[in-house]
């Protein structure tokens, strides 16, 4: 496990460093982080600098996406739960961005390029297929994000950042939950 958490961060560092010119808002959250970072002789945060700027942009992006369903979404179920989306996100946003102030993070303010993808494709569908695909991509978002929150509750070196990531987990495990009951719902309507 810690091999395949060396490995996926030496790959993320490469990826970060060879993007440098790069127009992907989470790359230059990450390398301006870094420079702070630096400059002050503090060393070994890409990782937790990379997850703040990921956290932020996936917020932004449930943010985002939730008040796409809102006004597109055809099932009340669903628009239902991205007015849950969207609340919980600001304030997990909220959060994050306090605890970037404190420790001197740079959160991007726009979506990341992945994000900007995903939110491109959903909102391009009508009816009950965008219904069906805000669902799934809300899945599998969440799944990527339990995972990421779960490494750096456990191997982030920021201890605000560490909390936070473990105070945040039972929520995004309960959205989890939620979405893939309601991907189910609608499978079988």
Same mark, same amino acid.
């Given at each position: 496990?810690?091999?395949?958490?060396?490995?996926?961060?030496?790959?993320?560092?490469?990826?970060?460093?060879?993007?440098?010119?790069?127009?992907?808002?989470?790359?230059?959250?990450? =390398?301006?982080?870094?420079?702070?970072?630096?400059?002050?002789?503090?060393?070994?945060?890409?990782?937790?600098?990379?997850?703040?700027?990921?956290?932020?942009?996936?917020?932004?992006? =449930?943010?985002?996406?939730?008040?796409?369903?809102?006004?597109?979404?055809?099932?009340?179920?669903?628009?239902?739960?991205?007015?849950?989306?969207?609340?919980?996100?600001?304030?997990?946003?909220?959060?994050?961005?306090?605890?970037?102030?404190?420790?001197?993070?740079?959160?991007?303010?726009?979506?990341?390029?992945?994000?900007?993808?995903?939110?491109?494709?959903?909102?391009?569908?009508?009816?009950?297929?965008?219904?069906?695909?805000?669902?799934?991509?809300?899945?599998?978002?969440?799944?990527?994000?339990?995972?990421?929150?779960?490494?750096?509750?456990?191997?982030?070196?920021?201890?605000?950042?560490?909390?936070?990531?473990?105070?945040?987990?039972?929520?995004?495990?309960?959205?989890?939950?939620?979405?893939?009951?309601? =991907?189910?719902?609608?499978?079988?309507?």
């Amino acid at each position: 496990m810690k091999r395949t958490i060396l490995i996926l961060l030496t790959a993320t560092t490469l990826l970060c460093t060879t993007a440098c010119g790069s127009d992907d808002s989470i790359d230059q959250a990450v =390398e301006q982080s870094m420079e702070q970072f630096e400059a002050n002789g503090v060393e070994g945060m890409r990782n937790d600098a990379l997850f703040a700027a990921e956290a932020a942009s996936a917020s932004l992006l =449930e943010m985002q996406l939730g008040e796409a369903a809102v006004g597109m979404a055809v099932s009340p179920e669903v628009k239902e739960l991205a007015q849950e989306m969207m609340q919980a996100n600001q304030q997990m946003l909220n959060d994050l961005q306090q605890i970037a102030t404190q420790s001197n993070f740079v959160l991007p303010s726009t979506l990341g390029e992945r994000h900007h993808e995903v939110y491109q494709e959903i909102t391009a569908k009508t009816g009950i297929a965008f219904d069906l695909a805000y669902v799934n991509r809300l899945s599998d978002e969440h799944e990527e994000l339990i995972q990421r929150y779960e490494d750096i509750a456990e191997n982030g070196q920021d201890m605000a950042l560490k909390q936070y990531a473990s105070k945040q987990l039972p929520l995004l495990r309960q959205h989890q939950q939620m979405v893939e009951e309601l =991907e189910e719902t609608i499978k079988n309507a």
